[in-house]
């Protein structure tokens, strides 16, 4: 197997790669979690949660806030956002506008919370 | 996502191309100076870095014989190209071991996890293969006086292993400085005092053409022995390398290359996708990760196998097409004066991570390393710095 050969399966390779990228981008959907009703089947999952933001606080790099639907909120954690990321939240949570998140619906010391991966205004 | 990616193996190349500095090092860097902050998904960038760095560090490990705690025992082989004028050949056999390496261990996933869910708390057989693996050392060896250089060599460097590694309470980032001076420093020292180094020239084509058929086949064998090896915490590759180099007679130098690259390629990727789903990282910097509470979710696995296909791919093909430069560069050079700067260079990353008690630890490693070299004997039972302390855990 000489130099050549390689390249031809090293470029066939990022190929494949790079479409795995574009498929899982359109077409991956997180389930979503109804903060009304929530799915206990979905702990430990990645879902998504629309909503509008409550507490919001900065401890230590680590974001936390809640995101609710009326009265019913989940504790949501931001390790390490970056500052474009916290102004954006921060602005959502100001004028209460209601954003989509992307996160992992887990129990942290028994309680549900959210820790965020993405987030979409 | 694919930015990140593609940051992660320029990084990765770049600082590959730096002998000695090891990953654990950079991580370190990186966590001390923010720049994880930088990357929202620095995950995938220390994904991609990590496993650049790893396959780029081959080239320095050919030229200035120096290893790290995942490929030490691919730097013998390679060195004996070297003296043969054939290091693009090592270097190539890498590249193919580290591709197909990585194809094998994305396919051996579900078994991994199988045996992962089966194996966990069955320590004794870790105990088991430490000491099979000890006394096969000790009594291949022909007579009494080379049985008991061996002993000499694991006990020293496994006692250095005890103190520094089970029962550390004194020395800083033990690892890295031990393992500088067991197998990096007495390897420089030795060629730059030599009186008779001269600037070995190498070849700029290739002087052997593995087959695909031997290339997958032996990397299959790699991805095979690190699922086995991976089992065992703190080994990771090195352990495969210690099984495999007992076959070493039977095997040639061209597929035992394959062979171990495909290890280590694999052993990383295993690593990172133990941490995903049994949050148990077998490798030193991802603890530093998880600590960071960065743990990749289990839905990403199709993102996380993409990007390590990209990653490999585009590091080799990149490589590919830098390599005959970096080589006409090292033929163009006194290698003599670079390894005195690449010894120069880690003093100063050792004197950044010391204290006066870890420079002692150092220096006393160092006098450790030059055991194999002054009895003629192979460094691979220095790797007794790891073995006697996972031993002693595990019993």
Do not use: W
Not at chain 2, 30 to 52: C, D, E, G, Q, Y
Not at chain 2, 93 to 117: A, E, M, R
Not at chain 2, 129 to 154: D, G, P
Not at chain 2, 318 to 324: A, D, E, G, Y
């Amino acid at each position: 197997m000489d130099e050549s050969k390689l390249k031809i399966f090293l470029i066939f390779a990022i190929i494949i790669s790079l479409l795995i990228f574009l498929f899982y981008i359109l077409f991956f959907k997180a389930p979503v979690l109804d903060l009304l009703s929530p799915d206990i089947s979905l702990l430990e999952k990645v879902v998504s949660v629309s909503g509008t933001l409550k507490d919001f606080s900065i401890e230590n790099n680590n974001l936390f806030f809640k995101i609710c639907n009326f009265s019913s909120c989940i504790d949501v954690v931001y390790f390490n956002p970056s500052k474009t990321n916290v102004n954006l939240l921060q602005n959502s949570f100001s004028f209460k506008k209601e954003i989509k998140i992307t996160g992992k619906y887990t129990l942290y010391q028994s309680k549900p919370e959210i820790i965020l991966y993405k987030f979409e205004d | 996502m694919i930015i990140e990616v593609i940051l992660g193996i320029l990084t990765g190349i770049v600082l590959g191309l730096i002998p000695s500095l090891h990953i654990n090092f950079v991580s370190y860097l990186f966590i001390s100076f923010s720049i994880f902050l930088i990357f929202p998904n620095h995950l995938f960038f220390f994904l991609s870095l990590s496993i650049s760095q790893l396959i780029t560090n081959y080239i320095p490990q050919t030229f200035f014989s120096v290893p790290n705690t995942e490929n030490i025992m691919s730097l013998f082989p390679l060195h004996r190209l070297f003296l043969k004028q054939q290091a693009y050949d090592g270097i190539f056999l890498c590249f193919l071991g580290s591709f197909f390496g990585s194809l094998f261990s994305i396919l051996l996933f579900p078994l991994l996890f199988l045996f992962f869910t089966f194996f966990i708390g069955f320590n004794f057989l870790i105990s088991f293969a430490i000491i099979f693996t000890i006394l096969s050392f000790i009594f291949s060896q022909k007579t009494l006086k080379e049985k008991l250089i061996i002993f000499l060599i694991i006990f020293s460097s496994g006692i250095l292993g005890l103190f520094t590694l089970k029962y550390n309470y004194f020395v800083k980032e033990p690892l890295f400085i031990c393992v500088m001076g067991l197998f990096t420093f007495p390897l420089l020292l030795k060629s730059i005092f030599e009186k008779n180094s001269k600037t070995i020239y190498q070849k700029t084509t290739l002087s052997i053409l593995p087959s695909l058929k031997n290339s997958s086949l032996y990397s299959f064998f790699g991805s095979l022995a690190s699922l086995f090896v991976i089992l065992v915490p703190s080994f990771s590759s090195s352990l495969g390398a210690v099984v495999f180099s007992r076959f070493k007679e039977k095997i040639s130098t061209y597929n035992y290359l394959i062979i171990f690259s495909s290890i280590s390629i694999s052993a990383l990727i295993f690593s990172y996708f133990l941490a995903m789903f049994f949050n148990k990282p077998r490798l030193g910097y991802f603890a530093i990760l998880l600590s960071e509470k960065l743990v990749l979710f289990k839905t990403d696995l199709v993102l996380y196998i993409s990007a390590i296909i990209l990653t490999v791919s585009l590091t080799i093909l990149i490589l590919l097409s830098l390599i005959k430069d970096i080589i006409l560069f090292f033929n163009s050079q006194n290698l003599n004066r670079l390894n005195l700067i690449v010894l120069i260079v880690s003093f100063i990353f050792i004197i950044y991570l010391s204290d006066f008690k870890t420079l002692l630890v150092f220096f006393l490693s160092v006098l450790i390393g030059f055991l194999p070299l002054i009895f003629n004997k192979s460094r691979v039972y220095l790797m007794g710095y790891i073995m006697l302390p996972t031993l002693l855990f595990y019993l």
